[in-house]
């Protein structure tokens, strides 16, 4: 085995900060600011934007309503 590309070091030492930035937050659960830091990074963990996931719901609610 040979060592780490520097890629891949740089996004498991991002994925660790981020977890333990996780753990900090949990403290602060409660503070709307605090709440919606958890959301964000909880969802692009998943591979998803909140702040997409609300445009395209809003923008699915006025399909096919030409008058906007």
């Known amino acids: 085995m040979g060592s780490i590309p520097w890629p891949a070091a740089g996004s498991i030492l991002s994925g660790i900060s981020t ?3 996780l753990w900090y937050l949990r403290e602060h659960r ?3 600011s605090a709440n919606w ?3 964000t990074l909880v ?5 998803v934007s909140p702040t997409a996931a609300a445009c ?6 006025f399909a096919g309503h030409s008058k906007l």
């Open 19 to 21: 977890l333990l930035l």
């Open 56 to 61: 395209s719901c809003s923008t699915r609610r």
């Open 37 to 39: 830091l958890l959301l």
């Open 30 to 32: 409660g503070i709307p």
């Open 43 to 47: 969802a692009q963990a998943c591979g």
